[in-house]
């Protein structure tokens, strides 16, 4: 038994001891070590009442977090109604991405369309053509699903070298949500689609009339026509009131701003939106109708937005993993560039066609690093390294990047975007 006399000593020799082991166990800091007054003094949002519950009618974050917010790179487009902003990956936790913080694609700005005011028709190969209100298509039997939505150029600027200093830049046109809409087969059926209906023309009401060409059989898979995302009504740069959800597949295939799907009997390929999305390769073909979004992942933190700041010590590596092809099995991770490969740790919701939260932690000892994940999925799809996806590829693409990218890290804790052999 500890007599009280020497407890004083006892408790400040533990508290030495503690600071001694702090950073490789727990991170927390030694009473005494660090700024005390914010324990011992009353501070000022402990002593005067705060804004009522009538201050924010639609609530806000807090404004201590103005970092997370979607960023454009001004040089990438010249026009911001034609334009593309990126998702803050290093900002997120888990696997949602809040409505506010969902990557922007548009080529004609943002319809703004009163719901009362949007019809949706089928028309084309089917018996009979239909019209319907944003009422008439909640009337069908509604789908919760949470999918992420890949724009085929996500990554495009790295395929000749490491370029976008930051995840966000290099991997944040992507987003992951939980959506609620109906089935797009149930609205076909209630038209009925002719025999000889092969393919769908999915169409926006925005001024670029976004129009892509999309197999019969991905429309009666899982294809959802959506009106809500994260349990609220979709967000106008998302598509308000309706908007197309082609799982697993590119995100120019999502039609936003929905207003009609045409059926028809084979691709319209002469349509200049899917003339575009193809990958060129060295020898001048060029890969065409490749819809589905390959396996790949990206370690979110450390990484250039989001530095090692505490020093050595226990670190947490966290990033996202995907495939277009169903759920993500496996997520490796290396901190000497490919070297050695760890097994991460998946932790929430593993879904197909969703976004994984992985997990890796380590004890930094202060050198450098050069951090790599690399996915495989269910269907044993493993994600290529840069090398091996240009020798397969060639370097003219845009589209479809899905190689393994490196964050070396610095002895003071930085991070940057490199390529290493
Ligand atoms: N739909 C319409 N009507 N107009 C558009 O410009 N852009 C497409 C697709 N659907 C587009 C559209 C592209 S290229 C992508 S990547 C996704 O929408 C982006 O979806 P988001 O804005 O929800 O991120
Ligand atoms: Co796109």
New binding site residues.
Partial sequence: MMKKDNFQQARRRWLKRSVAIGGAAASASALGATSESLITEVQDWNRYLGDGVDANPYGMPSKFEGEAIRRDVAWLTADAKSSVNFTPLHKLEGIITPNGL???????GIAQIAPQDHRFMINGLVDTPLVFTMEDLKRFPRHNQVYF?E?AANSGMEWRGAQLNGCQFTHG?V?NVMYTGVMLKDILAEAGVKTNGKWLLPE?A?P?H?TRSIPIEKAMDDCLVVFAMNGEALRP???YPLRLVVPGWE??M????LRRIEVGDQPWHHREETSKYTDLLADGRARRFTWTMDVKSVITNPSPQAPINHGRGRTVLSGLAWSGHGRVERVDVSIDGGRNWHTARIDGPSLSKSVHRFYYEFDWDGRELFLQSRAIDEKRHIQPTKQALRAARGENSIYHNNAIQTWYINTDGSAENVEIS
Avoid: A, I, P, T
């Avoid at 969902?102 to 004609?108: D, K, M, P």
């Avoid at 999502?254 to 701003?257: S, T």
């Fill in positions: 969902c990557f922007e694609r548009h080529h004609g939505l724009c046109m987003h926006g925005d670029s976004m740069e998302q598509g995100g120019n999502w039609v936003k701003w």
